[in-house]
Structures are given as structure tokens and as C-alpha cells.
């Protein structure tokens, strides 16, 4: 409405998925089947376990050549009853709606921060959890402060400009995650992950550490359609000034996506056929 307008956003607080099942991803059995209706997380479950087969909620019901359910909600508990009947081994679902069912399984999350350093990450799908506000124009700004928040609008200001520059068809292929870090937070990891640039974002050109800002963290990634190609990024940077900052990885990541999904033209007629390196689909 013309009357409308965005008031701001709550930073989300359970953005990851959830593996449905009795076994953790990597205790899975070989050729074991796997549900999502996503296809960012269908190609990050092969990326980590190539030899399990993820399928969508309807080929499912293709292939047993049984009626899935009309009603969206109720999806999750028929697939708790192809589980419970041996014909799939888990399903993947959103953290916020697995909580508000009351299904009999084990959950495994599927985490953007692995607690271990060398296990698998699974960043969130676009604007995941996040829970935006509109409101009729003029509204009282001092209502507005305390129900938005300063991360949540951030989020929504950052994740809003990747998806103008890339377009709503990167959408389902997107993982993205946007969040505010303390300075000791990110010198911590910078130590335990033996990672110097990461430090680096935090000091200043004259080498001083800028222990009272918060900076802005974004990550972002694109899976191939085979799990076997990931194109990523992350940039850290100081609050202040991060608009601009942020406009500037956003354009690189843009190039960067255009750059590795375009097919690579042959140099000389003898070269193999035109090739494209990230391929998203099959």
C-alpha cells in the first residue's frame, strides 16, 4: 500500500534447518534418502555427503506413487510417517517451524558456525527468521525503537541489496548469513582458526586495535547443482561507514557470480567445448 512502509526488522534468531532424523549427516547410511523442499540446503547436504541421494518432498511421492498432502503444514508430519515406515531416512525443515511441532524425532542442526574447525557449515536461506515490521507512514519513532532492532535492521538493509543486485532467480541458490561481531569475538576466532585477516579487519590503518566498534559481518556462498563447486565470500567491517563498505562487496560478489556461472569462451578452436566453471543447473 501506498500508505505503508518498512519500519525496520528483529535479527533472526533461528535461521538454520534441522536434520530430522536418529543419525547426525555424516552417520547417514551410504545411498541413504533425504528430504528438502530447498534447493540451497539439497546442495549443501551432497556437498558434505556426495554419496546420499536428497530429494524434494514430490519426487518422493512420485516415486512411492503416494498423494502428498494439500496442506503445507502438514507435510512435516507426513514425512514422519515415511521415516517411521523405512521409506526415507530424515527430512530437512526450518528450526522455527520444527519447534512449533511436535514430532517424535531427534534434530540435528545444521549450523552456520560448526563447532568443530573443519566440519561442514550450512549458511541460511535470503531473509531466513527474519521478522520485518511495516507500519503506516509517520509512525512514531520512538514505538518503532522498541520494537526493531539495530541488527535486525541491518540485516534487512544488507540482505535487501544482494537480492537487487542479483536478482530474485539467485534467490533459491543464495546461502547468506549478516550479523554484528564484538572485536574480542572475531580476535578469538582470528586465533583459534590461526586465520591473520580476520584480525586485520579489526585494527585500524595505523595498527591499533578498534576494540569499542562493532563491526558487520557477511557471508555469502553459491553451490553448484552437483555439490562439487562453491563460490564464497566474507568481508568484515567497521559499523561506522558500512553502508558504502557493504555496497562495495555486494558489486564484488556480484561480479564474482556473473564471472564464475558465464560460459568460458574457447581461446583456440582445438580447446574443448565452451565450459562454465559454477554450472547451477544440471
Known amino acids: 500500500s501506498k500508505n505503508c512502509e518498512v519500519l525496520g526488522a528483529k535479527y533472526p534468531r533461528r535461521p538454520n534447518s534441522v536434520l ?7 552417520f547417514q547410511p551410504k545411498s541413504a534418502i533425504i528430504i528438502s523442499d530447498s534447493e540451497l540446503v539439497r546442495r549443501q547436504l551432497i556437498r558434505v555427503r556426495p554419496d ?41 525443515i526450518p528450526r522455527t517451524i520444527f519447534d512449533t511441532l511436535n514430532l517424535k524425532l531427534r534434530r540435528h542442526s545444521l549450523l552456520s558456525e560448526p563447532q568443530e574447525l573443519g566440519d561442514p557449515y550450512f549458511l541460511p536461506s535470503p531473509l531466513s527468521d527474519l521478522l520485518v515490521f511495516i507500519s503506516r507512514r509517520r509512525f512514531p519513532p520512538s514505538i518503532s525503537k522498541k520494537i526493531c532492532e539495530l541488527e535486525g535492521n541491518t540485516n534487512l538493509w544488507v540482505q535487501t541489496r ?3 543486485e542479483l536478482g530474485t532467480e539467485m534467490m533459491k541458490y543464495l546461502g547468506i548469513e549478516v550479523r554484528h561481531r564484538q572485536v574480542k569475538s572475531l580476535l578469538r576466532q582470528s586465533e583459534d582458526e590461526r586465520d591473520p585477516i580476520i584480525g586485520e579487519a579489526c585494527t585500524s590503518p595505523d595498527g591499533e586495535i578498534l576494540e569499542d566498534e562493532v563491526h558487520i559481518e557477511i557471508r555469502m556462498e553459491v553451490i553448484s547443482f552437483d555439490g562439487k563447486r562453491t ?52
Do not use: C, H
Not at 61 to 90: M, R, V
Open 20 to 26: 530430522v532424523s536418529e543419525n547426525k549427516l555424516y
Open 52 to 92: 546420499i541421494l536428497v530429494k524434494t518432498p514430490s519426487e518422493i511421492s512420485n516415486f512411492y506413487e503416494i498423494k502428498i498432502p494439500k496442506n503445507i503444514d502438514q507435510i512435516p508430519y507426513w514425512l514422519e510417517e515415511l521415516y517411521e515406515a523405512g521409506k526415507i531416512d530424515g527430512f530437512v
Open 162 to 164: 544482494v537480492l537487487n
Open 231 to 282: 563460490i564464497s565470500i566474507q568481508r568484515i567491517t567497521p559499523y561506522s561507514g558500512y553502508d558504502f563498505k557493504i555496497m562495495s562487496t555486494v558489486l564484488d560478489w556480484k561480479k564474482m557470480v556473473d564471472t564464475m556461472t558465464r560460459k568460458i569462451q574457447k581461446d583456440n578452436p582445438k580447446d574443448n567445448d565452451e565450459s562454465t566453471f559454477l554450472v547451477l543447473e544440471e
